[in-house]
């Protein structure tokens, strides 16, 4: 549970949820008739398919704008599985208040709203429960596969693979090539030795999402915008500007060290 949450960033990977949990909600209710719902709905002069239609309604609204900040806020921190958790509770629970809400106008005052708002809860967190389980399980199968594609390019001759900040692989190269990769606002941009030449590759992604397949690859955080190889690094000097690090490659750019990272980089060289 304490393990980071890697998912797909953006809005679109998260329309998953804002679809398919009102429609599982819609069917499961209409087909099973879950706590008498059709019982308690046939309020108001209208049929219980229609108040299903209008709980659906709100359950499909309130979930595009609870997503859309998810989405927001998963581009900026770090989310682990029990933060996930407790987000997916906070949506349920959100939910029911809306549910217990539109009850009690249908009822005209003659069901409180805390009177319906127990039932509400249980019909949504017992409904939801199904596809919730289902949605994350399926990311953690992903996540596992991830996490093992990752392992397997462990050793120092393996291939690194980089994927872009929707889980696509987009590049592909020795470990030993990379001179160093540095923060491009939105982009990393990754600079490595090929035929004795010196190229760049921009791959649209973090630095934070590359941290672990970097540092399992042998390079070193030597600043907040910098991954560096050592094996490159001629030598690490100070200047007014702070500490810099000299490459043994001509025509690669001095790049800068932060303090914090200093020791862990000379102990490498």
Same mark, same amino acid.
């Given at each position: 549970?304490?393990?980071?949450?890697?998912? /797909?960033?953006?809005? *679109? /990977?998260?329309? !998953?949820?804002?679809?398919?949990?009102?429609?599982?909600?819609?069917?499961?209710?209409?087909?099973?008739? %879950? =706590?008498?719902?059709?019982?308690?709905?046939?309020?108001?002069?209208?049929? %219980? @398919?229609?108040?299903?239609?209008?709980?659906?309604?709100?359950?499909?609204?309130?979930?595009?704008?609870?997503?859309?900040?998810? /989405? @927001?806020?998963?581009?900026?921190?770090?989310?682990?599985?029990?933060?996930?958790? &407790?987000?997916?509770?906070?949506? @349920?629970?959100?939910?029911?208040?809306?549910?217990?809400?539109?009850?009690?106008?249908?009822?005209?005052?003659?069901?409180?709203?805390?009177?319906?708002? %127990?039932?509400? &809860?249980?019909?949504? =967190?017992?409904?939801? =429960?199904? #596809?919730?389980? +289902?949605?994350?399980?399926?990311?953690?199968?992903?996540?596992?596969?991830?996490?093992?594609?990752?392992?397997?390019?462990?050793?120092?001759?393996?291939?690194?693979?980089?994927?872009?900040?929707?889980?696509?692989?987009?590049?592909?190269?020795?470990? /030993?090539? +990379?001179?160093?990769?540095?923060?491009?606002?939105?982009?990393?941009? &990754?600079?490595?030795?090929?035929?004795?030449?010196?190229?760049?590759?921009?791959?649209?992604?973090?630095?934070?999402?590359?941290? #672990?397949?970097?540092?399992?690859?042998?390079?070193?955080?030597?600043?907040?915008?910098?991954?560096?190889? %050592?094996?490159?690094?001629?030598?690490?000097?100070?200047?007014?500007?702070? &500490?810099?690090?000299?490459?043994?490659?001509?025509?690669?750019?001095?790049?800068? !060290?932060?303090?914090?990272?200093?020791?862990?980089? *000379?102990?490498?060289?």
């Amino acid at each position: 549970m304490n393990t980071v949450l890697r998912l /797909s960033k953006g809005y *679109a /990977s998260q329309l !998953v949820y804002v679809l398919l949990l009102p429609m599982f909600f819609f069917s499961f209710c209409f087909v099973y008739d %879950p =706590f008498s719902f059709q019982d308690v709905y046939y309020v108001g002069g209208k049929s %219980p @398919a229609f108040h299903l239609v209008m709980l659906s309604c709100i359950m499909l609204v309130t979930l595009a704008i609870t997503r859309l900040i998810f /989405s @927001a806020l998963y581009k900026h921190l770090t989310f682990r599985w029990w933060h996930y958790a &407790i987000w997916c509770f906070g949506e @349920a629970l959100i939910i029911s208040f809306f549910f217990a809400l539109y009850t009690t106008l249908f009822y005209g005052g003659r069901m409180p709203y805390f009177t319906s708002l %127990p039932q509400c &809860i249980r019909l949504s =967190f017992l409904t939801l =429960f199904y #596809p919730y389980i +289902i949605l994350i399980l399926l990311t953690i199968i992903r996540n596992n596969v991830l996490d093992l594609e990752s392992k397997t390019a462990g050793t120092e001759d393996s291939l690194v693979k980089f994927y872009d900040e929707h889980q696509k692989l987009k590049f592909t190269i020795d470990p /030993s090539a +990379i001179i160093y990769i540095s923060a491009e606002i939105n982009y990393v941009k &990754i600079h490595y030795l090929e035929n004795e030449r010196v190229k760049e590759y921009l791959l649209r992604n973090s630095m934070k999402s590359l941290e #672990p397949i970097s540092e399992g690859h042998g390079l070193v955080r030597c600043h907040r915008s910098f991954f560096v190889n %050592p094996r490159f690094v001629k030598v690490l000097s100070r200047e007014k500007d702070g &500490i810099i690090a000299e490459f043994k490659i001509d025509n690669v750019a001095k790049i800068p !060290v932060g303090k914090h990272f200093f020791d862990q980089l *000379a102990d490498r060289l």
